[in-house]
C-alpha cells in the first residue's frame, strides 16, 4: 500500500505519505522508550509469573529466546523493565540512564548486547521501521559546494519536521490535521515533540527562505528515508566503550568539526560544520539505544559530557544543541564505582542514574545452563583432531563449585542448604521463608560486596577452569573432559585471579564442599552402573516415599502391598512396604527413634503433596542426604556394602570380580553417557576414600 502512495505522490511529497502512513497507523511515532517498552510488553503471552528465592516475580520470555540467551537476572530485568515502562510513560526515568553495577564475569555486558541484538530485530521489521528525513537538491538554494544532499545528523524523525514546518505551533497543528490527523492523534504526537537539531534547523530555514514560505516548494526538498540498521556501524545500537585518558575524547561521544565540510560550506557559522556522525551518540540519537561500557572507568570531563546527556538529552557542542532520543544504558564494576564514589564532586551523575546492582547468578540449576553455554555447542577434539568427550558430572561439578562460591555466610543456613534453596530444590527442613529472611538481611549491608550472590566466581573464572582442564595432558591423553580433574583446574584459578586472601579461604572451602557433593553424584552413578539400570536410584529412592505415605494407609491388607496411582502414567501401581528398607534408610540418615523418624516422613509427605500438584515429575533426587541413604542400603544389601563393592572393583584378580567391572563398565559407556576413559576413572575415584564424607 504504502508503495502505491509514493507512486501516485512522487518521492518530492514524501513527508506528506509519512504522515499519512503514521496517521493510518502503518508507520509508527514513538519514542525510544516506548519502542523498548512496547518491545518487551507487547505480547502479553511473553510474560509469565515466576518464583524466585521465595519471592514472587515475573518473567519476561523476550529475553529468553535465540541460542544463546539470557539465564536468571529475574530481578535485573524486572528493574530494567519497570523503568523502561516508566520512561515510556514520561516518568522521572526519561531523564536518567540505566546503570549496571557487580563484578566482573556476571553478565552485565552480555545482557545489554543481548538487548540491542533483540531491539535490532525488532527495529527491523516493517511495522517498526525506524525513518528519517535528508533535505536534497541543495545546489538550488547554493553554499554548500559540492553537498548536494544532506541527511539529519541525528536520524530524527519526520513527524518531528512535520511539527517544526512553520513558526507557530497553531500553523503545525492546522498542517497536521490538514492531512488527515485527528484531534487525540495530534495530542499523542506533542508528546513526543522536540524542536529541530541546530543544522537541521538551519538548512530547513534556508529552504524557507528560499521557497519564500511556500510549503509545497518546500517539500520537494525534503526526502523520507529509512533508517539503516547496523551493528558495525553503531546505528540504533552504539557502544562506547572506557578508554585510557589519553586516547579518549569528547569528540568520541559527540563528534567535531569537519575539515572536509567547511571546503564547501559558505557559512561560517552553519551548525552542518560539526560532523556529528563522527561521535557515538549521534548515530543512536533517533531512537537508539546507547550502550556506556565502563562508564566510570572514563576521565572526568568525559563523564561530565554524560552528565549532559543524560539531564538534558542533547548534544552540546559551542552553543548548538542537538535533542536526542535515546536510552542511556551503562556498567561498571564494584571497584571502579567505589572509586568514583570517594570523589564527592561526582554526585550529580549518580544522582542522573538508576543504579541496579547485578548479582552472580545463584541458582545451580540455571547455572547448568551457563555451563553448557561456556562448555561450547560444537564438537570437541584434541589437538590431534579426534573427538574429546565431555564426562556427564562434569557440568555438575563445575556449576556447583561456582555456585557455591556465591553463597555468602550465614547463621541460618549452609551454603548447601541455601544453594538447593535458592534453585528451589528440597533443603531438609528449612524452608524458602528462611532463605528470603537471610537475603533481606545480608541486602540491607551498605557494603554491596557483602550482599546476596555479589561475591563469587564469575562466569570468566569458570570459562578459565575450562581452558585449565582442555590444556592438562591427561584430557588430551585420555580424549575425555573428566570431572574429577575440575576441581584441580578450580584450584588454579582461585589461586592465580583471586586477589584477596580471605576470599581465597573462603572458595577453597567451598570447593572441599563441592567435592563432597561431587562424591555423592557418583556413588548414585556406581549404583546405577551395579544394578544395569539408568534409573535404578530413583526408583528406589521413589519406592522408599512412596512406603512411607503407604504404611499408614487405611486399606493396608496383612500382606502390607499398597496400590498407589503414580502421578506420572496415572496408572494403579501395586508395592509392597519393606519396613526394613524404610528403618534402614533412616537409620542412615541418623534417624534413632520413632519421633524423628515420623517427623521426617510427615516432612517428606509435605514435600511430596505440594511438589505432585506443580511438578508430577518431582523425584526427590535433590535430596542428597534422602539419595546417599537409599544408594548405602542398597549397595549394603546387594553386595554386602559399599566397602565390599569397593573391593570386588578394586581387586579384579579373579573372573568374578573382572566380569563385575567389566560389565559395570559397559553399562556406563552404553547406558550413561560415560566414555572408557571417564567410566574407569569414575569407578577408580570411588575405590579411594578422596573427598568421603
Known amino acids: 500500500m504504502a508503495k502505491k502512495n509514493e507512486n501516485n505522490a512522487g518521492p518530492q511529497k514524501s513527508l506528506i505519505l509519512h504522515l499519512e502512513n503514521v496517521i493510518s497507523g502503518e508507520r509508527r511515532f514513538e519514542n525510544v522508550f516506548q519502542s523498548v517498552s512496547r518491545m518487551i510488553l507487547e505480547d502479553q503471552k511473553k510474560i509469565e509469573k515466576a518464583t524466585v528465592n521465595g519471592r514472587s516475580t515475573y518473567d519476561f520470555k523476550i529475553f529468553r529466546e535465540g541460542k544463546k540467551h539470557i539465564i536468571g537476572m529475574f530481578d535485573e530485568i524486572n528493574s530494567f523493565v519497570s523503568f523502561v515502562k516508566d520512561a515510556a510513560e514520561s516518568g522521572s526515568s526519561a531523564e536518567m540512564a540505566y546503570v549496571l553495577i557487580g563484578e ?48 539529519s545528523q541525528t536520524f530524527e524523525d519526520p513527524m518531528i519536521l512535520a511539527m517544526n514546518l512553520f513558526e507557530t505551533k497553531a500553523e503545525n497543528v492546522e498542517f497536521l490535521a490538514k492531512n488527515g490527523a485527528n484531534e487525540k492523534q495530534i495530542e499523542k504526537f506533542y508528546k513526543n515533540y522536540r524542536p529541530l537539531g541546530a543544522c537541521t ?13 511556500n510549503i509545497d516548494k518546500m517539500l520537494d526538498f525534503i526526502d523520507v528515508v529509512p533508517v539503516q540498521v547496523s551493528e558495525s556501524r553503531g546505528t540504533i545500537t552504539g557502544k562506547y566503550a572506557a578508554k585510557d585518558k589519553i586516547t579518549s575524547s569528547a569528540v568520541d561521544l ?42 566510570f572507568k572514563n576521565k572526568r570531563d568525559l563523564v561530565q559530557v554524560y552528565l549532559g546527556v543524560i539531564q538534558n538529552r542533547t548534544i552540546e557542542i559551542e552553543g548548538f544543541k542537538w535533542p536526542l532520543d535515546t536510552l542511556i544504558i551503562a556498567t561498571s564494576n564494584n571497584s571502579e564505582f567505589a572509586r568514583f564514589l570517594e570523589e ?64 555468602p555466610s550465614s547463621d541460618k543456613l549452609t551454603p548447601v542448604e541455601m544453594m538447593k534453596l535458592a534453585a528451589g530444590e528440597v533443603a531438609g527442613e528449612k524452608s524458602i521463608r528462611t532463605l528470603a529472611e537471610v537475603i533481606d538481611d545480608l541486602n540491607r549491608d551498605p557494603d554491596i560486596t557483602k550482599r546476596f550472590g555479589q561475591k563469587g566466581l564469575g562466569h570468566r573464572n569458570l570459562g578459565r577452569a575450562i581452558q585449565i582442564l582442555l590444556e592438562r595432558s591427561e584430557t588430551q591423553e585420555g580424549k575425555c573432559m573428566y570431572a574429577g580433574d575440575i576441581f584441580k583446574a578450580l584450584e588454579s584459578v582461585i589461586l592465580d585471579y583471586v586477589q584477596d586472601s580471605n576470599d581465597r579461604i573462603k572458595y577453597f572451602n567451598d570447593l572441599k564442599i563441592a567435592k563432597g557433593l561431587h562424591r555423592k553424584n557418583i556413588m548414585t552413578t556406581i549404583f546405577n552402573a551395579y544394578m544395569d539400570e539408568p534409573n535404578a536410584v530413583e526408583r528406589d529412592v521413589m519406592n522408599y516415599v512412596n512406603m512411607i505415605i503407604g504404611i499408614d494407609a487405611k486399606n493396608l491388607g496383612p500382606d502390607k502391598i499398597w496400590t498407589y496411582r503414580d502421578p506420572q502414567t496415572n496408572k494403579l501401581i501395586p508395592l509392597k512396604i519393606d519396613e526394613t528398607f524404610i528403618n534402614s534408610v533412616e537409620e542412615r540418615m541418623g534417624l534413632k527413634n520413632e519421633e524423628q523418624k515420623q517427623s521426617y516422613r510427615t516432612t517428606v509427605a ?88
Open 254 to 295: 559527540l563528534g567535531e568539526e569537519s575539515y572536509s565540510r567547511l571546503l564547501h560550506i559558505a557559512e561560517t557559522d552553519n551548525p552542518y560544520r560539526f560532523d556529528l556522525r563522527r561521535g557515538a551518540l549521534a548515530r543512536v540519537a533517533g531512537g537508539g539505544i546507547h550502550f556506556a561500557d565502563e562508564i
Open 606 to 693: 509435605k514435600i511430596y503433596g505440594q511438589k505432585m500438584i506443580t511438578d508430577p515429575n518431582y523425584n526427590f533426587m535433590d535430596n542428597n542426604d534422602l539419595v546417599k541413604a537409599v544408594t548405602d542400603v542398597r549397595l549394603k544389601s546387594d553386595v554386602a556394602g559399599a566397602g565390599s563393592l569397593v573391593g570386588a572393583l578394586s581387586n579384579r584378580t579373579n573372573e568374578e570380580n573382572q566380569k563385575l567391572y567389566n560389565r559395570m563398565i559397559d553399562t556406563m559407556v552404553n547406558k550413561l553417557g560415560y566414555c572408557t576413559t571417564c567410566a574407569q576413572k569414575t569407578i577408580e575415584y570411588f575405590c579411594t576414600q578422596d573427598d568421603a564424607n
Open 201 to 213: 534547523y538551519y538548512i530547513f530555514n534556508q529552504i524557507k527562505n528560499h521557497c519564500s514560505g
Open 104 to 151: 566482573p564475569g556476571n553478565g552485565k555486558t552480555f545482557f545489554v548486547d543481548f538487548l540491542c541484538k533483540a531491539y535490532r530485530e525488532f527495529i527491523s521489521l516493517p511495522q517498526n521501521k525506524r525513518y528519517t528525513f535528508s533535505f536534497k537538491n541543495l545546489d538550488k538554494i547554493g553554499g554548500y559546494g559540492k553537498i548536494t544532499s544532506i541527511e
Open 344 to 407: 564527592k564532586e561526582q554526585a550529580p551523575i549518580v544522582d542522573r542514574c538508576r543504579l541496579t546492582y547485578m548479582s552472580h547468578n545463584t541458582n545451580f540449576q540455571l547455572q547448568k545452563e551457563l555451563t553448557s553455554f561456556s562448555l561450547g555447542s560444537l564438537e570437541k577434539t584434541t589437538f590431534a583432531g579426534e573427538k574429546l568427550h565431555i564426562d556427564p558430572n562434569l557440568n555438575y561439578g563445575i556449576s556447583v563449585s561456582v555456585v557455591l562460591s556465591r553463597m
